[in-house]
């Protein structure tokens, strides 16, 4: 089993930054992928970005040239770096790690409010 644990959320004027991190414990695979997805009200979930053990990402268009996501594998640790805010971007912020023929993981989410 694979423990997912987010951190770094909270409220944010337009235009400022916030950084996410989530951090894995458990059963750690050296293959896999992670990412973050959000949901915003009344929306259904999406994926925001991701990246694979081997540090190739991928970024929805609607973050392009404002999130990073990064991983330190040493730690465990997936980042998301979030700047430019913007009140669309307000919701719940969370981690997934697919790990290939095992299974899914999912974190409890963490809150990004940004204010206008």
């Known amino acids: 089993q694979v423990q997912l644990v987010e951190s770094g959320g909270g409220l944010v004027q337009a235009g400022g930054s916030l950084r996410l991190l989530c951090a894995a414990s458990g059963s750690i695979y050296s293959i896999n992928f992670m990412g973050w997805y959000r949901q915003r009200p009344e929306k259904q979930r999406e994926l925001v970005a991701s990246?694979?053990?081997?540090?190739?990402?991928n970024y929805a268009d609607f973050v392009k040239g404002r999130f990073t996501i990064s991983r330190d594998g040493a730690k465990n640790t997936v980042y998301l770096q979030m700047t430019s805010l913007k009140p669309e971007d307000t919701a719940v912020y969370y981690c997934?790690?697919?790990?290939?023929?095992?299974?899914?993981?999912w974190g409890q989410g963490a809150q990004v409010t940004v204010s206008s």
């Open positions: 997934n790690q697919i790990v290939p023929g095992i299974g899914t993981y």
């Open positions: 990246i694979s053990s081997g540090g190739r990402t």
